[in-house]
């Protein structure tokens, strides 16, 4: 089952704050952050994994809300080098990470 | 190290010609992934191998077929393309992960094919 983005598309100005939620209908063991400029291939931000093990970039931050299944990506800050689709994925069992749709993310000057 | 390589960048195809992508790793990755990548559908899961030896359909496999060559290479043929696989098709690389044994480490992506099927 494909996790839900939202939202599809934000447009924030250098220096503003973005959320950006993930949520699965399926218990989940672990969350993963994905970020994708265009024409170039999705790179690692962050995993998160039941039980509270974190692993990722060190100024994206994210939560993981293992009994409601969802994730949230906190963008703070933000640089125009933060633009590009975000993409979540999760492992909902015994079968590999399923990405979500994907929010397209653009940082203005 | 190179990381995930892919092999070719880009390819055109008429209908009913077969082909096969080239991807290998030299992280010594047990887990390796096909994925392609349509305008609003995100990435979705075609073919995946867990370890050396095996393979596994993912979420959209008709059409194609993998070999896990060894540990490093794992291709993905199309036997007879079609218009619908017009796509980017990403190969990525992992140790193994969580929900199937390991400990859940982060997928390594390569650069991607852009393949039309004419």
């Known amino acids: 089952q494909q996790p839900v983005q939202s939202p599809q598309a934000v447009i924030l100005r250098e220096g503003e704050d973005a959320v950006i939620n993930c949520s699965s209908s399926?218990?989940?063991?672990?969350v993963h952050w994905y970020r994708q400029k265009h024409g170039e291939a999705p790179v690692f931000l962050m995993i998160?994994?039941?039980?509270?093990e974190q692993k990722g970039h060190d100024k994206i931050s994210a939560s993981f809300n293992e009994k409601k299944q969802q994730s949230s990506l906190y963008l703070t800050a933000s640089q125009l080098s933060y633009s590009g689709t975000y993409f979540c994925?999760?492992?909902?069992?015994?079968?590999?990470?399923?990405f979500g749709k994907g929010t397209r993310l653009s940082v203005i000057a | 190290n190179a990381g995930v390589t892919q092999t070719p960048k880009f390819q055109v195809l008429k209908t009913g010609q077969s082909m096969t992508l080239q991807c290998a790793q030299d992280m010594n990755h047990n887990s390796m992934y096909w994925y392609r990548q349509d305008p609003g559908m995100g990435l979705r899961l075609i073919y995946y191998s867990a370890s050396e030896g095996t393979t596994d359909k993912g979420e959209v496999p008709n059409g194609y077929n993998v070999s896990r060559l060894n540990k490093r290479e794992f291709s993905l043929r199309l036997e007879s393309a079609a218009p619908s696989q017009t796509s980017v098709y990403f190969c990525?690389?992992?140790?193994?992960?969580?929900?199937?044994?390991?400990?859940?480490?982060?997928?390594?992506f390569g650069p991607g094919t852009r393949l039309t099927v004419t």
């Open positions: 994925g999760t492992e909902p069992g015994n079968t590999p990470l399923v």
């Open positions: 399926k218990a989940l063991y672990s």
């Open positions: 990525a690389s992992s140790p193994l992960p969580r929900a199937l044994g390991g400990r859940g480490y982060e997928q390594y």
């Open positions: 998160l994994l039941k039980g509270g």
